[in-house]
């Protein structure tokens, strides 16, 4: 079945830091690739997709792009602040498993000022 | 409004007794999502219903009930609730199953089980 893996479960940075946040995926087919984000006493949302027609995604001033060959889709922010402070889930939709998510575990980033 | 609202936000449960948990949705979406999360690990879908049709994951089908009385509200139903159900359990939407990749997630309910 489809996996989804990250193994920072934390990131700790201070401002103005570059963030990179690893996630790679295994399936037997070609996903819509995700990051969602869960900032503190919310649910997650939605920051940004890549589907196969195009391979990058910018959102917020994050970025993600889609790595076939090496099937990543890691995040990377230039400059975080402390409101970024959040947990981040990888995601992969299955084309042919419709309406389902397959999470990643998340990896909690804390930026101090 | 992109609001998923649940109820209650925190749950203490007896072990043996039953848990029902309350998701609801203004979004006329037609598909709702019922996932457990555990510390230091993935979300995971327990079940979803499309319209009034209600999908079940293999490895939870006899753990978990659902119902959904309007296009609004679903809920989340244990019949026993045993330790291993203490997690966040939360709530999503989506305008249908080929949009499932925006989901609109609530703040969760927190079970704890004693």
């Known amino acids: 079945g489809d996996s989804v893996t990250q193994k920072q479960g934390q990131v700790t940075l201070s401002e103005d830091d570059f963030l990179f946040i690893n996630c790679t995926y295994s399936t037997t087919t070609y996903p819509t690739l995700l990051w969602y984000v869960q900032y503190p006493g919310q649910g997650p949302q939605l920051l940004l997709k890549?589907?196969?027609?195009?391979n990058k995604g910018i959102s917020r001033g994050f970025e993600a792009t889609y790595d076939k060959g090496t099937t990543s889709f890691h995040l990377q922010k230039a400059s975080v602040q402390e409101s970024d402070s959040a947990v981040y889930f990888c995601?992969?939709?299955?084309?042919?498993?419709?309406?389902?998510?397959?999470f990643g575990s998340g990896t909690r980033l804390q930026v101090y000022a | 409004d992109t609001t998923v609202k649940q109820n209650p936000r925190y749950k203490l449960a007896r072990v043996g007794k039953p848990v029902n948990l309350i998701c609801s949705q203004t979004m006329n979406h037609d598909t709702m999502y019922w996932y457990q999360k555990k510390p230091n690990q993935a979300p995971k879908l327990l079940l979803f219903y499309y319209d009034k049709i209600l999908n079940r994951e293999a490895d939870t089908f006899e753990k978990f009930q659902s119902s959904r009385p309007n296009n609004s509200f679903c809920s989340l139903y244990i019949g026993s609730a045993g330790l291993e159900y203490s997690a966040m359990y939360l709530c999503?939407?989506?305008?249908?199953?080929?949009?499932?990749?925006?989901?609109?997630f609530g703040p969760g309910t927190r079970l704890t089980v004693l």
């Open positions: 995601a992969l939709v299955d084309p042919q498993v419709v309406g389902q998510l397959t």
């Open positions: 999503a939407s989506s305008r249908d199953p080929d949009w499932g990749y925006e989901q609109y």
């Open positions: 890549v589907t196969t027609a195009n």
